[in-house]
Nanobody
Framework: QVRLVESGGGLVQAGGSLRLSCTASGLIFSNYIVNWFREAPGKEREFVARISERGVNTYYADSVKGRFTISRDNTKNTVWLQMNDLKPEDTANYYC????????????WGQGTRVTVSS
């Protein structure tokens, strides 16, 4: 059974930092692209950051570029999202997503972790 478990969310003041973790089990983690998405109250889920299977390539939404850093350690089946200089508009539930593209594709989601940034 595949599981993605996010952790590290919480309440932080504007300008502060948080580090989210996404730990996977039940899959060959190094075969998966991992994304972070977020969903704010009343808004659609939006892409935040992506990291390639070996961690060579990373991509960020313009709204977080320069403030957030995605990284991974395949020996620990974990991806992190380091979030610095947080803003109230970063408040959302953050979800990690693992994607495998092949003859058959697989997509998995975690349950989310809540980030609240106070002004």
């Amino acid at each position: 059974q595949v599981r993605l478990v996010e952790s590290g969310g919480g309440l932080v003041q504007a300008g502060g930092s948080l580090r989210l973790s996404c730990t996977a089990s039940g899959l060959i983690f190094s075969n998966y692209i991992v994304n972070w998405f977020r969903e704010a109250p009343g808004k659609e889920r939006e892409f935040v950051a992506r990291i390639s299977e070996r961690g060579v390539n990373t991509y960020y939404a313009d709204s977080v570029k320069g403030r957030f850093t995605i990284s991974r350690d395949n020996t620990k089946n974990t991806v992190w999202l380091q979030m610095n200089d947080l803003k109230p508009e970063d408040t959302a539930n953050y979800y990690c997503n693992a994607d495998f593209y092949g003859p058959r594709s697989y997509y998995y989601w975690g349950q989310g972790t809540r980030v609240t940034v106070s002004s």
